[in-house]
């Protein structure tokens, strides 16, 4: 089991950045993979970034490539979403998920991910 709390929205105007933190507790933080999603209203909840246990690898959605980085620090229990020129359509509750999975693939999909986050609201305004 662990607890994923998210923090570090906000409302922010188009071009500014945000950084958001998930703090994770319980099973020991290393050996899982971390993503990050996000859902804005009337929409489906849509994978934003992914980190494996190390933090070497990374992956993004194409939509928030070369905008967001996703890191982590294992000694802290925390992975970071740093988001840069940040736009309007950004705007989503965003959640922190957990992802048990063996191997070292990736995932996009919210299936693939067991433990989530709260969320916190992002709101760019124009």
């Known amino acids: 089991q662990v607890q994923l709390v998210d923090s570090g929205g906000g409302l922010v105007q188009a071009g500014a950045s945000l950084r958001l933190s998930c703090a994770a507790s319980g099973r020991t933080f290393s050996t899982y993979k971390m993503g990050w999603f996000r859902q804005a209203p009337a929409k489906e909840r849509e994978f934003v970034a992914a980190?494996?246990?190390?933090?070497?690898?990374?992956h993004y959605a194409d939509s928030v490539k070369g905008r967001f980085t996703i890191s982590r620090n294992n000694a802290q229990n925390t992975v970071y979403l740093q988001m840069n020129s940040l736009k309007p359509e950004d705007t989503a509750v965003y959640y922190c998920?957990?992802?048990?999975?063996?191997?070292?693939?990736?995932?996009?999909?919210?299936?693939?991910?067991?433990?989530w986050g709260q969320g916190t609201q992002v709101t760019v305004s124009s």
């Open positions: 980190i494996t246990r190390s933090g070497i690898t990374t």
């Open positions: 998920a957990a992802d048990y999975s063996s191997g070292y693939a990736l995932s996009d999909r919210a299936s693939g991910y067991t433990y």
